[in-house]
């Protein structure tokens, strides 16, 4: 695919991917924006693409782990955005003041669904956990990359089953 024809396919899928974002997001502003993100990451990584596969699923993909990655970015620096009309930036990290005691339970009880789970679920599991890509875990456990990814999942949907106590209610 020649690169104008790679970025006219780009500019076709942008009202589709809209919708997406927006879902992510919550908001227009940031939908644009990671909309954006999404477009330029994939203009600058077009050579990973390979003809014949699905550009849009691609493009699905490329924005979910834009999304995620800006999250705990954030996340991790501690700041959210107070979205009043002022639109200030605050760092809140030092004004929280959290109970331990909270984080115990629930450390204890996540260690105790984890050790419920069948040995078959909880291997792969934690071994994604522990950093481990897909491909090395099926390697290791010497069985099909399609099988590791789905035991991860139902051990994700056992651990979600058994800790709905922490899951909060919108």
Known sequence: MTT???SYS???LTKSLKPFALKLTRDL????DLL???MVKAFTNKDKFTDGTNLKAWLYTIMKNTFITNYQRMVRRGTFVDTS???HFINS???IIENDAYGEFAMKDITTAIGNLDDVYKNPFMMHFRGFKYHEIAEKLEIPIGTVKNRIHIARKL???????????N
């Open 93 to 95: 990290g030092a004004a």
């Open 10 to 12: 780009l500019t076709k």
């Open 4 to 6: 104008l024809e790679f």
């Open 36 to 38: 954006q993100d999404t």
């Open 159 to 169: 651990l979600k089953d058994d800790l709905c106590v922490y899951q909060t209610k």
């Open 85 to 87: 009309d002022n639109l």
């Open 29 to 32: 502003d940031d939908a644009n």
